[in-house]
């Protein structure tokens, strides 16, 4: 064991790999719930506006970007599952999932053209809302699908290091398995997106 | 230290103490004395001591701004600094202390350093990371240090819209990432803190048997992870208004701009139990030691610091009573910010009654604790008035609340954090300092901060209000006893530098446990070891198992 290992033993460092992970996941939840709470706070207070604002939404193109994230966690999970057994299909599974995560965000970049030919994007935006509520929340929509973009970008590279490491180096199981469950959190994170932006039309 | 050895470093000396101890040839700091073994360290004893540096530091130029800021208030005139200039030293003064000075102080340096020795530990749970968050803090400060030599910012310490994300035109953007940059040290330090705490107690160490101060660490861990990211999403919402356009706060962008105040305070009222529970847990430990009696209560006293940070969650509309929120949920703000008084009461009774016939040492370390029980009590109560709807409206945003919150910051935590330097003190260096200069420290810190802050009670309730650096000619005889104080106060911070560093070299050896103090961080030799222990520890009593010198100490 290295120098400064305080474990005991191996199992109980990776006990506190997991929940070290855990925790910041929760910190992730926080980061996202603030958001949350003020799309919430917002459809309280102003609730019409917000119907009218979620309908300009594109519930297609979310249906789809919800339907690509979901098959993605399968196939992370699958990858994961194989850890250490066969190496082969994690690497594919991983390359799949990062593949459908590339192809979200694609999606989610024709989305955004879209809402900017609309005039809904911040900057273009001001004439073509009926009240401020309507505009909070058109900007609380790019500020929260922005964040969650960067953090799906960041699940891609983290998914594509893990892949192409499997060959000559493969990770350790705990960075797998983390990895994984970041890869489920942006998931989560989406699954709660979708309702709270694209579902709260009148 | 023990009755009996009342004074012993206060008499001259026949010899001069040896260079170099046998305990400090074999500890963590003759591991290396080069930079280098230093800059790369996963030591948490070491990472502790780059933590003590680095936070005095900021410590300094904090208190820098502060003189700038009691320096033009002696005259009713603004005639020292200009109305921006004021402005910039005040938000200077307090994104220095509270983020580089008072998030990390206890925490990062006492936290770090004794978690692992207490529990029993080789070290915290992930190293490496906690060396990371040293360095994400430093290079943080760099930010800060940027923004200080360019000039400044102006926006006040909580950033308030549409003043931060529009108008104001310092350098917002380097203090906003500066902040942003500093909360991951907060985060990452949390993560390891609670992990720690739960992987590697040592066997035998069950959660009933957890120094206090491990409780309110984990206590303190838990708010760090949940909420500093709530101010991470603000930063990040202003700079995108700010950058992008984006409107979230500013109204004619759409925005809302008491979103920003629900946010920040969502933060930052916890953030005040980040500052706080630490010391709580610091002089829950020198009360046991000074007593030399097992602590009273101790089960009301750990679960008031889960309390306290549960609570701390859920009071945050205390600070928009009259930012025009409905008035039922101010109420109900109100009576959940009155609540929080309970659970930090319950531990102030508990000191008191640990105390109770106790043999009391009184030495440097526990006159700062019971200096700390009294700045506390006034700091609580004085909020407890602010909690009462209509006593805050009449007092909102006056020098009452300025008061108020150094009572609990400067009075609680700061003077908690030197308790902990001079109890930790031979522990973490190997030597005693000189008692007296100690004593006297923490006299002069006590008499300069009542002078200093109880004149701006007065000061508030006449209705003198905060950020104004002009002000009708008659209150400057209490601005001019605020700032006689806040001398003697800078006298009474920088007194320990030297005598503490005069002790790294000249001071007595300190034996294993000089103040004859239980837990395990005192079975180890001063300094301790790289590993800490020669074998891991097996915990076979019960927390504060202090043997009882008279039958009626009993009870």
Same mark, same amino acid.
């Given at each position: 064991?290295?120098?400064?290992?305080?474990?005991?033993?191996?199992?109980?460092?990776?006990?506190?790999?997991?929940?070290?992970?855990?925790?910041?996941?929760?910190?992730?939840?926080?980061?996202?719930?603030?958001? =949350?709470?003020?799309?919430?706070?917002?459809?309280?207070?102003?609730?019409?506006?917000?119907?009218?604002?979620?309908?300009?939404?594109?519930? /297609?193109?979310?249906?789809?970007?919800?339907?690509?994230?979901?098959?993605?966690?399968?196939?992370?999970?699958?990858?994961?599952?194989?850890?250490?057994?066969?190496?082969?299909?994690?690497?594919?599974?991983?390359?799949?999932?990062?593949?459908?995560?590339?192809?979200?965000?694609?999606?989610?970049?024709?989305?955004?053209?879209?809402?900017?030919?609309?005039?809904?994007?911040?900057?273009?935006?001001?004439?073509? =809302?009926?009240?401020?509520?309507?505009?909070?929340?058109?900007?609380?929509?790019?500020?929260?699908?922005?964040?969650?973009?960067?953090?799906?970008?960041?699940?891609?590279?983290?998914?594509?290091?893990?892949?192409?490491?499997?060959? /000559?180096?493969?990770?350790?199981?705990?960075?797998?398995?983390?990895?994984?469950?970041? /890869?489920?959190?942006?998931?989560?994170? /989406?699954?709660?997106?979708?309702?709270?932006?694209?579902?709260?039309?009148? | 230290?023990?009755?009996?050895?009342?004074?012993?470093?206060?008499?001259?000396?026949?010899?001069?103490?040896?260079?170099?101890?046998?305990?400090?040839?074999?500890?963590?700091?003759?591991?290396?004395?080069?930079?280098?073994?230093?800059?790369?360290?996963?030591?948490?004893?070491?990472?502790?001591?780059?933590?003590?540096?680095?936070?005095?530091?900021?410590?300094?130029?904090?208190?820098?701004?502060?003189?700038?800021?009691?320096?033009?208030?002696?005259?009713?005139?603004?005639?020292?600094?200009?109305?921006?200039?004021?402005?910039?030293?005040?938000?200077?003064?307090?994104?220095?202390?509270?983020?580089?000075?008072?998030?990390?102080?206890?925490?990062?340096?006492?936290?770090?350093?004794?978690?692992?020795?207490?529990?029993?530990?080789?070290?915290?749970?992930?190293?490496?990371?906690?060396?990371?968050?040293?360095?994400?803090?430093?290079?943080?400060?760099?930010?800060?240090?940027?923004?200080?030599?360019?000039?400044?910012?102006?926006?006040?310490?909580?950033?308030?819209?549409?003043?931060?994300?529009?108008?104001?035109?310092?350098?917002?953007?380097?203090?906003?990432? &500066?902040?942003?940059?500093?909360?991951?040290?907060?985060?990452?330090?949390?993560?390891?803190?609670?992990?720690?705490?739960?992987?590697?107690?040592?066997?035998?160490?069950?959660?009933?048997?957890?120094?206090?101060?491990?409780?309110?660490?984990?206590?303190?861990?838990?708010?760090?992870?949940?909420?500093?990211?709530?101010?991470?999403?603000?930063?990040?919402?202003?700079?995108?208004?700010?950058?992008?356009?984006?409107?979230?706060?500013?109204?004619?962008?759409?925005?809302?701009?008491?979103?920003?105040?629900?946010?920040?305070?969502?933060?930052?009222?916890?953030?005040?139990?980040?500052?706080?529970?630490?010391?709580?847990?610091?002089?829950?430990?020198?009360?046991?030691?000074?007593?030399?009696?097992?602590?009273?209560?101790?089960?009301?006293? &750990?679960?008031?610091?889960? &309390?306290?940070?549960?609570?701390?969650?859920?009071?945050?509309?205390?600070?928009?009573?009259?930012?025009?929120?409905?008035?039922?949920?101010?109420?109900?703000?109100?009576?959940?910010?009155?609540?929080?008084?309970?659970?930090?009461?319950?531990?102030?009774?508990?000191?008191?009654?640990?105390?109770?016939?106790?043999?009391?040492?009184?030495?440097?370390?526990?006159?700062?604790?019971?200096?700390?029980?009294?700045?506390?009590?006034?700091?609580?109560?004085?909020?407890?008035?602010?909690?009462?709807?209509?006593?805050?409206?009449?007092?909102?945003?006056?020098?009452?609340?300025?008061?108020?919150?150094?009572?609990?910051?400067?009075?609680?935590?700061?003077?908690?954090?030197?308790?902990?330097?001079?109890?930790?003190?031979?522990?973490?260096?190997?030597?005693?300092?000189?008692?007296?200069?100690?004593?006297?420290?923490?006299?002069?810190?006590?008499?300069?901060?009542?002078?200093?802050?109880?004149?701006?009670?007065?000061?508030?309730?006449?209705?003198?209000?905060?950020?104004?650096?002009?002000?009708?000619?008659?209150?400057?005889?209490?601005?001019?006893?605020?700032?006689?104080?806040?001398?003697?106060?800078?006298?009474?911070?920088?007194?320990?530098?030297?005598?503490?560093?005069?002790?790294?070299?000249?001071?007595?050896?300190?034996?294993?446990?000089?103040?004859?103090?239980?837990?395990?961080?005192?079975?180890?030799?001063?300094?301790?070891?790289?590993?800490?222990?020669?074998?891991?520890?097996?915990?076979?009593?019960?927390?504060?198992?202090?043997?009882?010198?008279?039958?009626?100490?009993?009870?």
């Amino acid at each position: 064991m290295q120098r400064h290992e305080p474990y005991p033993t191996l199992e109980r460092q990776r006990e506190a790999d997991q929940l070290g992970m855990m925790l910041f996941l929760g910190s992730e939840i926080m980061l996202f719930g603030a958001l =949350f709470a003020a799309a919430f706070g917002l459809f309280l207070q102003h609730t019409p506006d917000v119907e009218a604002a979620s309908g300009r939404l594109n519930l /297609w193109l979310g249906g789809a970007n919800t339907i690509i994230l979901l098959t993605s966690s399968v196939f992370v999970a699958l990858g994961a599952e194989a850890r250490g057994r066969r190496p082969r299909r994690l690497v594919a599974c991983f390359l799949a999932a990062a593949l459908l995560g590339i192809l979200f965000l694609a999606v989610k970049a024709l989305e955004y053209a879209r809402e900017y030919d609309e005039g809904l994007m911040p900057g273009t935006a001001h004439a073509h =809302f009926a009240s401020g509520p309507q505009q909070l929340f058109m900007n609380l929509y790019f500020a929260a699908t922005g964040l969650h973009a960067v953090h799906l970008t960041l699940g891609v590279v983290l998914l594509l290091v893990l892949a192409l490491r499997e060959r /000559w180096r493969p990770a350790t199981a705990a960075a797998i398995e983390n990895a994984a469950l970041y /890869w489920h959190l942006v998931d989560v994170i /989406w699954i709660f997106l979708y309702p709270v932006l694209y579902l709260t039309r009148g | 230290m023990n009755a009996s050895g009342e004074g012993l470093h206060d008499a001259p000396r026949e010899v001069d103490p040896p260079r170099r101890t046998p305990a400090e040839a074999s500890s963590y700091i003759a591991d290396g004395y080069s930079l280098r073994s230093w800059f790369v360290t996963t030591d948490h004893k070491r990472v502790a001591v780059l933590y003590l540096v680095s936070i005095t530091a900021f410590f300094f130029i904090g208190a820098c701004a502060a003189a700038l800021i009691r320096l033009e208030l002696l005259t009713p005139a603004g005639d020292l600094l200009t109305n921006e200039g004021y402005n910039r030293a005040f938000t200077l003064h307090g994104v220095v202390m509270i983020w580089f000075f008072l998030i990390p102080s206890i925490p990062n340096v006492f936290g770090n350093f004794l978690l692992p020795l207490m529990i029993g530990a080789r070290d915290l749970a992930f190293p490496r990371l906690n060396l990371l968050s040293w360095y994400i803090y430093v290079f943080a400060g760099l930010f800060t240090l940027y923004v200080l030599l360019t000039g400044g910012v102006d926006t006040g310490w909580t950033f308030y819209t549409p003043l931060s994300s529009t108008y104001a035109n310092g350098h917002v953007m380097a203090a906003l990432t &500066a902040v942003f940059i500093v909360g991951w040290s907060s985060i990452l330090t949390g993560i390891n803190f609670i992990v720690t705490v739960h992987k590697l107690r040592a066997p035998g160490m069950t959660w009933g048997r957890l120094p206090l101060f491990v409780w309110a660490h984990y206590a303190t861990a838990l708010i760090l992870v949940l909420a500093t990211p709530v101010l991470t999403i603000t930063l990040i919402l202003i700079a995108l208004e700010r950058l992008l356009g984006i409107g979230i706060f500013d109204p004619s962008l759409g925005g809302d701009p008491l979103l920003f105040q629900h946010l920040f305070w969502f933060y930052s009222h916890p953030a005040v139990y980040i500052m706080v529970l630490p010391a709580l847990g610091v002089v829950s430990e020198l009360v046991a030691a000074a007593a030399r009696k097992k602590i009273f209560g101790y089960w009301f006293v &750990a679960y008031s610091s889960i &309390a306290i940070a549960v609570i701390g969650f859920f009071v945050w509309g205390h600070h928009m009573f009259v930012s025009g929120q409905s008035m039922y949920a101010s109420t109900i703000f109100s009576f959940l910010s009155l609540l929080v008084a309970v659970p930090s009461a319950i531990k102030v009774y508990n000191w008191t009654a640990t105390l109770y016939k106790g043999s009391i040492a009184l030495n440097a370390a526990f006159l700062f604790a019971m200096g700390f029980i009294g700045l506390f009590v006034l700091g609580g109560l004085s909020g407890l008035m602010l909690a009462m709807l209509a006593i805050d409206v009449h007092v909102h945003d006056t020098y009452f609340v300025v008061a108020h919150f150094h009572y609990i910051m400067v009075g609680g935590a700061v003077t908690a954090f030197l308790g902990a330097v001079h109890f930790w003190w031979p522990k973490m260096f190997g030597r005693m300092y000189n008692e007296t200069w100690g004593r006297i420290s923490a006299a002069l810190i006590f008499l300069g901060f009542n002078l200093t802050f109880f004149p701006q009670f007065l000061l508030g309730y006449l209705g003198m209000p905060r950020r104004y650096h002009v002000y009708p000619p008659e209150f400057q005889a209490l601005h001019v006893l605020s700032s006689s104080g806040a001398f003697i106060l800078g006298l009474g911070y920088g007194l320990p530098l030297i005598y503490l560093f005069y002790s790294l070299r000249h001071g007595d050896p300190a034996e294993p446990n000089p103040w004859g103090a239980t837990g395990l961080e005192w079975t180890v030799p001063s300094p301790p070891p790289t590993h800490n222990f020669e074998e891991v520890p097996r915990v076979e009593n019960e927390p504060y198992d202090y043997a009882l010198r008279h039958d009626e100490s009993i009870g």
